[in-house]
């Protein structure tokens, strides 16, 4: 069991940066693959990036390629997502979430925990 919260959130404006964290809390956290997902107003919850378990790989949506990344600190249980060169329609409720059966993966359906979200407003 994994137990996730999101932080890092606020409104910015188009070209800054932000950085979303997510503290998880659990055992064998290292075993766990994360990912990032982001929900936009009226839309579907997508995909945004996913790192593995020992942070070797890590693959992010089309997207977001170049101006996100992933990453995480298996030492202090946290996966950050620093977020540059940030769009208006990057605006979204932005979350977390642990997988424990599968490997690398960008579909929500294979991940089993996920955080409350943290909200990223991009003005334009």
């Known amino acids: 069991q994994v137990q996730l919260v999101e932080s890092g959130g606020g409104l910015v404006q188009a070209g800054g940066s932000l950085r979303l964290s997510c503290a998880a809390s659990?055992?064998?956290?290292?075993?766990?693959?994360v990912g990032w997902f982001r929900r936009a107003p009226g839309k579907e919850r997508e995909f945004v990036a996913a790192?593995?378990?020992?942070?070797?790989?890590?693959y992010h949506a089309d997207s977001v390629k170049g101006r996100f990344t992933i990453s995480r600190d298996n030492a202090k249980n946290m996966v950050y997502l620093q977020m540059n060169s940030l769009k208006p329609e990057d605006t979204a409720v932005y979350y977390c979430?642990?997988?424990?059966?599968?490997?690398?993966?960008?579909?929500?359906?294979?991940?089993?925990?996920w955080g409350q979200g943290t909200q990223v407003t991009v003005s334009s």
């Open positions: 979430a642990a997988d424990f059966r599968h490997g690398l993966g960008y579909s929500e359906y294979e991940y089993d925990y």
């Open positions: 659990g055992r064998s956290f290292s075993t766990y693959v």
């Open positions: 790192i593995s378990r020992s942070a070797g790989i890590t």
